[in-house]
T-cell receptor, first 114, second 111 residues
C-alpha cells in the first residue's frame, strides 16, 4: 500500500461506546496529524506527533485520546462522545519538524455519534 | 489575528470558462501556502506549495500564484472533472507545525 490509509472509513457509535480510528502512513514521514472536518467549517488541527512524541494538542477534549506507537502509525481513541463530535476525521503526515512540506492526507473516517 | 479566507464560497462555471479562486491570508512570517483539492467524502489531495511572493506553479489546467497578501488559483478551460472543493492553507513560522486552512471554494464545472 502507498500513501496514508485510514480505517474504518465509516463509523457509527453511541454516546457510551468506545471505539478507535487507525491511521498508517507508508511515506517514510516523521510527523503525523489528526484533523477534524465538520460541515461548513475549515479543517481544525487536533494533534501533532513528531517521531511518535506529541508536540501539539489544540485544546482537544479528553474524550479524544491519541496514541502514536511509532512514526508510521497513529490512533485516535474515542469514548463518551457527543453528537456534535460527528465529523470527518482526517489523518495526515509530513516530513516533520524543521521541514516546510505539504501534508499528505488519508481518505478520512466519517464518524456519526448517535 | 491570523486568518485565511477564500472567495467565492461557491463557483459554477461552464466547461471551458476560465476563472480564478482567491485565498487571502493575514499571517506574520509566512512559511508556505498550500493548495489542495478535495472531492466529496475524501481527504484533501495536495496540488501546490508556494513559498514567496511572485512565485507561480502550474499543473495541467491549474496555475497558482502568490503575493504578500493573497494567492490565486487560476483554472483555464476547466472540465467537469475539475469539480471539487479547493482548499488553501498557510503555515507560519510561529505556528509550529500547524497548517491553518481556509473554508474552501466549492467549484462546479457544468458540461
Amino acid at each position: 500500500e502507498t500513501g496514508v490509509t485510514q480505517t474504518p472509513r465509516h463509523l457509527v457509535m453511541g454516546m457510551t461506546n468506545k471505539k478507535s480510528l487507525k491511521c498508517e502512513q507508508h511515506l517514510g514521514h516523521n510527523a503525523m496529524y489528526w484533523y477534524k472536518q465538520s460541515a461548513k467549517k475549515p479543517l481544525e488541527l487536533m494533534f501533532v506527533y513528531n517521531f511518535k512524541e506529541q508536540t501539539e494538542n489544540n485544546s482537544v477534549p479528553s474524550r479524544f485520546s491519541p496514541e502514536c506507537p511509532n512514526s508510521s502509525h497513529l490512533f485516535l481513541h474515542l469514548h463518551t462522545l457527543q453528537p456534535e463530535d460527528s465529523a470527518l476525521y482526517l489523518c495526515a503526515s509530513s516530513r516533520g519538524l524543521g521541514n516546510t512540506g505539504e501534508l499528505f492526507f488519508g481518505e478520512g473516517s466519517r464518524l456519526t455519534v448517535l | 489575528e491570523d486568518q485565511v479566507t477564500q472567495s467565492p464560497e461557491a463557483l459554477r462555471l461552464q466547461e471551458g470558462e476560465s476563472s480564478s479562486l482567491n485565498c487571502s491570508y493575514t499571517v506574520s512570517g509566512l512559511r508556505g501556502l498550500f493548495w489542495y483539492r478535495q472531492d466529496p467524502g475524501k481527504g484533501p489531495e495536495f496540488l501546490f506549495t508556494l513559498y514567496s511572493a511572485g512565485e507561480e506553479k502550474e499543473k495541467e489546467r491549474l496555475k497558482a500564484t502568490l503575493t504578500k497578501k493573497e494567492s490565486f488559483l487560476h483554472i483555464t478551460a476547466p472540465k467537469p472533472e475539475d469539480s471539487a472543493t479547493y482548499l488553501c492553507a498557510v503555515q507560519a513560522y510561529n505556528y509550529g507545525q500547524n497548517f491553518v486552512f481556509g473554508p474552501g471554494t466549492r467549484l462546479s464545472v457544468l458540461p
